[in-house]
């Protein structure tokens, strides 16, 4: 059993990465994005997070496919987690109000 959410952390200095997901996922252009349509970092305890945007058409195959590879790797089962933490300021790929989408983000 491991967590699974839609928040992506950068990790270009840490050693021993097999993969850098929030830099796949900035180049897919499929994070959640602030006013400036750059990334919206979220603060989350030490560090902050890109949030992927479950609103973009294509973010659902890429996240699948991280899923399966989890579930390649050994995994049987997660816990999503903080699907909740959509800002209500961020700009959404659907063009919808962050404040409606906060409460039914996590069922996307």
């Known amino acids: 059993m491991t967590y699974c959410n839609p928040c992506l952390v950068p990790c270009h200095e840490k050693p021993n990465r097999r993969r850098n997901l929030f830099e796949e996922a900035k180049k897919l252009d499929i994070l959640v994005k602030d006013k400036q349509g750059e990334p919206y970092m979220v603060p989350n305890t030490a560090f902050d997070v890109g949030m992927l945007d479950l609103t973009h058409p294509d ?8 899923l399966q590879e989890m579930v390649d790797d050994g995994v049987r089962g997660w816990m999503a987690d903080f699907g909740e933490g959509l800002p209500v300021d961020a700009t959404l790929y659907s063009g919808e109000d962050p404040i409606s989408a906060h409460n039914k983000y996590p069922e996307l």
């Open 59 to 66: 973010t659902g195959n890429w996240f699948k496919q991280i």
